[in-house]
């Protein structure tokens, strides 16, 4: 969400004592920090003599100084600068020269940039400003920006790369609502400085979180933000982890509105959104029409009649896409709109906005005698809702909470109608994180369950041909999935073009160098179910038995299993967190030719343990064999001192995956 430059208040009035911020002398300030700029063309001796040393924490880089400067006083010409100087220890460290300008380039021009390499014999290598590109980078769920990226040239152990850019973007309309920045880097940061010079009409707020314990703090001098970290130490990616800015350092800053009352900011902003919602029914009369037209049995029990209206809403009243003028952040912004569309007109045109078809089920659900409410959640695979961060903004979306009436808000069944999803059926990413329930008395909590391994299926069912003529093996194999498992099938195939929706299709039935694709395609799901059967046709290129072959293996592992979590190494600081648990079978069919017959039938492998179970069985069916394989990931969630178990367990699953059946010429046993 981005807030519209106005007059509102007077910077004054911004919540610094209570938001771990505080004021400081000018003289200290002064002293605290200013922008430095780009730094020399030369190697300091300090910096001549900075070594790896992995007992003291240096191993693959360090960063001698990160900078920002964010000025928005002036919305004629909002600026950002930026400036990082590292030392490059190892190859590993040379990721550090890999840059990103993370803004948007069709709103932030750049003024000014520098990049270079010193390399150890003080020999200097420029990037100019040419060579840095303009990308779209293609983010998850459809989402798209333009950046830009460029590679400094030079980049080894023992160089020095110092890099800037300054940019700017005149007339802006609107200011961004909330951003954060990182404090802690996947290499040690020497010294962090960041300046925010806030818009000064709009009450803006700061905040640090998961700092306790670091050389890092947040102050206000007069209308300027400053951060200060010293010493700080790195935190490495590592797959299957929490959104990394919920486990590391980080600085969060925000506007919001004047009127707000930020002492009981959640509760007082739920009571209006819940207000704005309710009256999108417009009144008891609209209401009565609408159920009417749903024709709803009177026999029926109630969570009967709300699925049938659910369903009812599914089929006549269509999502347009194109429809911005209600969204979640009109609903929840500080402006009320000077016009709405109301239910029955969206009900009327069989078509309206993502929040629009939310607020009609609610509103039906409420007629009918449940308790529903609006759930505000995050992307979890992004980030965490964060209390003391007094913006709606950090909301991706909604979903809608319905229970009996009086039942606690922790019974309710979750629904996500905007996405076009089956009753009880809500992405995995906004489950099993931190989100608000706006009720119309206030706020609550709700942590949404993540599903159970049962209900995040995939079955997959496989034939594989060995033919006599020495062509590749034929294999026709289709899966049909269900609960979190469709949702990720769904959305890979939600895209703009049929071109893409071809080629996700491909790659989800194994398109590879192994196995050469034929067809791919997705029958449509039955009448009130969700995820389609997947059917995919192809050939094992490296599986043939011609004249002259004696021998021939068949590998268990095929394009029809589904890909599990790996890990590269056994030992690990951050939590574990997969998408969801999970429950993938499979059962395979394959014959060969007249004459061979298999050598020997390997054993049955069965792995039980805590962290997973897994299951493989292997035996001859008349002429034919069939391969049967099942793998439980039951857990969402470990802790980080269980990845040696765990790693065990996958190693375990993966040997047993290795297996292949040899078959040789001869007869019969």
């Given at each position: 969400m981005r807030i519209r430059v106005r007059a509102s208040v007077a910077g004054a009035l911004a919540v610094a004592c209570v938001l771990l911020a505080w004021t400081v002398p000018a003289s200290a300030a002064a002293e605290v920090l200013s922008w430095k700029g780009e730094g020399p063309a030369t190697m300091s001796d300090e910096e001549k003599a900075i070594a790896a040393d992995p007992a003291?924490?240096?191993?693959?880089?360090?960063?001698?100084?990160?900078?920002?400067e964010d000025k928005e006083d002036d919305p004629a010409a909002l600026k950002i600068s930026f400036h990082l100087r590292a030392k490059i220890l190892s190859p590993k460290g040379r990721d550090l020269g890999n840059v990103e300008i993370p803004y948007d380039a069709e709103r932030w021009k750049i003024k000014q940039w520098w990049g270079r390499s010193i390399q150890p014999d003080g020999t200097v290598l420029s990037l100019p400003?040419?060579?840095?590109?303009?990308?779209?980078?293609?983010?998850?769920?459809?989402?798209?920006?333009?950046?830009?990226?460029?590679?400094?040239?030079?980049?080894?152990?023992?160089?020095?790369?110092?890099?800037?850019?300054?940019?700017?973007?005149?007339?802006?309309?609107?200011?961004?609502?909330?951003?954060?920045?990182?404090?802690?880097?996947?290499?040690?940061?020497?010294?962090?400085?960041?300046?925010?010079?806030?818009?000064?009409?709009?009450?803006?707020?700061?905040?640090?979180?998961?700092?306790?314990?670091?050389?890092?703090?947040?102050?206000?001098?007069?209308?300027?933000?400053?951060?200060?970290?010293?010493?700080?130490?790195?935190?490495?990616?590592?797959?299957?982890?929490?959104?990394?800015?919920?486990?590391?350092?980080?600085?969060?800053?925000?506007?919001?509105?004047?009127?707000?009352?930020?002492?009981?900011?959640?509760?007082?902003?739920?009571?209006?959104?819940?207000?704005?919602?309710?009256?999108?029914?417009?009144?008891?009369?609209?209401?009565?029409?609408?159920?009417?037209?749903?024709?709803?049995?009177?026999?029926?029990?109630?969570?009967?009649?709300?699925?049938?209206?659910?369903?009812?809403?599914?089929?006549?009243?269509k999502i347009d896409r194109t429809d911005t003028s209600e969204s979640l952040s009109t609903l929840t912004g500080d402006t009320d709109l000077k016009r709405r569309t109301f239910a029955e007109e969206v009900v009327e045109n069989g078509k309206g906005s993502r929040i629009q078809l939310l607020m009609l089920m609610m509103g039906v659900a409420r007629a009918l005698g449940a308790d529903a409410d609006l759930v505000l959640a995050t992307d979890r695979t992004d980030h965490l809702w964060i209390h003391s961060v007094y913006t709606m903004s950090q909301f991706d979306d909604a979903l809608l909470a319905i229970r009996a009436p009086g039942e606690p808000v922790e019974k309710a069944t979750l629904l996500a109608p905007q996405m076009d999803l089956p009753w009880g059926v809500v992405p995995y990413w906004f489950t099993s994180g931190p989100a608000l329930v706006v009720t119309p008395g206030g706020a609550e909590d709700l942590k949404a369950p993540s599903s159970p391994a049962e209900e995040n299926t995939s079955h997959a069912s496989a034939q594989v041909v060995v033919g006599p003529d020495g062509d590749p093996a034929h294999v026709s194999w289709s899966r049909t999935v269900s609960g979190q498992r469709a949702v990720d099938q769904e959305f890979s195939l939600r895209t703009d073009t049929e071109e893409k929706r071809q080629e996700r299709l491909d790659g989800m039935c194994g398109k590879s160098s192994s196995f050469e694709l034929e067809s791919a395609k997705v029958d449509p799901a039955p009448a009130g179910e969700f995820g389609g059967k997947l059917e995919c046709e192809g050939s094992l290129p490296e599986v043939t038995a011609g004249d002259g072959v004696d021998e021939l293996r068949v590998p268990v592992l095929g394009?029809?299993?589904?890909?599990?979590?790996?890990?590269?190494?056994?030992?690990?600081?951050?939590?574990?967190?997969?998408?969801?648990?999970?429950?993938?079978?499979?059962?395979?069919?394959?014959?060969?030719?007249?004459?061979?017959?298999?050598?020997?039938?390997?054993?049955?492998?069965?792995?039980?343990?805590?962290?997973?179970?897994?299951?493989?069985?292997?035996?001859?069916?008349?002429?034919?064999?069939?391969?049967e394989r099942s793998l439980r990931l039951p857990h969402l969630s470990l802790p980080a001192n269980r990845i040696k178990g765990l790693q065990y367990f996958l190693n375990k699953v993966r040997e047993a995956d290795r297996t292949k059946i040899a078959f040789e010429r001869g007869e019969a046993s």
């Open positions: 003291k924490g240096l191993e693959h880089a360090v960063i001698l100084l990160v900078e920002l400003v040419e060579k840095v590109e303009e990308v779209t980078l293609k983010k998850m769920r459809g989402r798209e920006l333009r950046t830009r990226k460029a590679a400094l040239p030079g980049v080894v152990p023992g160089s020095v790369i110092d890099y800037g850019y300054v940019l700017e973007q005149e007339n802006a309309k609107y200011v961004d609502s909330w951003w954060r920045i990182r404090l802690q880097w996947a290499w040690p940061v020497r010294e962090l400085r960041y300046i925010w010079i806030p818009y000064g009409r709009l009450v803006n707020g700061f905040v640090l979180t998961r700092a306790s314990g670091l050389d890092a703090k947040a102050e206000r001098y007069i209308n300027t933000v400053r951060v200060l970290g010293r010493n700080l130490p790195p935190v490495d990616e590592e797959p299957y982890m929490p959104p990394l800015d919920n486990v590391r350092a980080a600085a969060w800053f925000f506007y919001f509105n004047k009127d707000d009352d930020y002492k009981d900011f959640w509760n007082s902003k739920a009571k209006i959104v819940d207000e704005r919602a309710a009256a999108f029914m417009h009144g008891d009369k609209q209401t009565r029409s609408i159920l009417a037209q749903m024709n709803l049995p009177e026999s029926a029990n109630l969570e009967e009649k709300l699925k049938l209206a659910y369903a009812w809403i599914l089929e006549k009243v394009p029809w299993v589904e890909s599990y979590p790996e890990f590269p190494r056994d030992e690990r600081t951050q939590p574990i967190l997969f998408d969801y648990p999970f429950l993938d079978e499979a059962a395979v069919e394959l014959e060969v030719p007249p004459g061979f017959r298999p050598r020997e039938i390997p054993e049955p492998v069965v792995v039980d343990s805590p962290f997973g179970a897994y299951s493989l069985k292997i035996e001859a069916s008349g002429e034919s064999i069939r391969i």
